[in-house]
């Protein structure tokens, strides 16, 4: 089955400063990758995905790449900003060409951003 | 708020009982998912289901049960056969499109 490795397990930089996290996957008919941001004591949302037909996806401050050769796909956040500070998760799954229901969401094990003012 | 809920919020439970985590989602999705949250270990999935009436293990399956017989729900047991059942626990359901997440369930083992 799949698996996805997420590093690093956490990562500070100071407000302004870009960070990045990487994550890999094992599975070659994996095609959808979110990104997810979890906020102290809340839930897990949905920050950026790309699917496996685009190299690079960008929404203002935050950008995914994805590399299929090398099975492996970045988050990137510019200026960053204490807001940003959560635990970030990518995940993997072969849903978004099945037909009928989502194929299975597996998750890297996180990554806590800190942004110091 | 996503249009999935989890209840309680916070569950207390003795050794050797069982306990069900409820979680029931009005957003017509058919796929449903029960994830596990320690510190450090990121989300582990412990059962999920594509359809109702029929649903799978995950990695961590071992102690845990669950149900699908109505679309909207997905009850997660846990056993007293989990040997470490202390977490926080995310249900989450989905289309091809994204996972929405409830709000969670703590559970403690006192």
């Known amino acids: 089955g799949e698996n996805v490795e997420q590093h690093p397990s956490t990562l500070s930089v100071q407000e302004g400063d870009s960070a990045v996290i990487k994550c890999t996957y094992s599975?070659?008919?994996?095609?959808?990758f979110p990104w997810y941001k979890q906020e102290l004591g809340k839930r897990p949302q949905l920050i950026i995905d790309i699917r496996s037909n685009v190299g690079e996806k960008k929404d203002q401050r935050i950008a995914v790449t994805l590399n299929k050769t090398a099975k492996h796909f970045s988050l990137h956040i510019t200026e960053t900003q204490p807001e940003d500070s959560a635990v970030y998760f990518c995940a993997a799954s072969r849903g978004a060409n099945y037909g009928g229901s989502q194929g299975n969401l597996i998750f890297g094990k996180g990554t806590k951003l800190s942004v110091k003012p | 708020d996503g249009g999935i809920t989890q209840s309680p919020k916070y569950l207390f439970r003795k050794e050797g009982q069982n306990v069900t985590l409820s979680c029931e989602q009005n957003l017509n999705h058919d796929a449903m998912y029960w994830y596990r949250q320690d510190p450090g270990q990121g989300l582990r999935l412990i059962y999920y289901s594509q359809i109702v009436n029929d649903f799978q293990k995950g990695d961590i399956a071992e102690g845990y049960s669950v149900s699908r017989e109505k679309k909207e729900s997905f009850p997660l047991t846990v056993t007293s056969a989990q040997k470490n059942p202390t977490a926080f626990y995310l249900c989450?359901?989905?289309?091809?499109?994204?996972?929405?997440f409830g709000q969670g369930t703590r559970l403690t083992v006192v």
């Open positions: 989450a359901s989905s289309t091809r499109q994204e996972a929405f």
């Open positions: 599975d070659s008919a994996s095609n959808y």
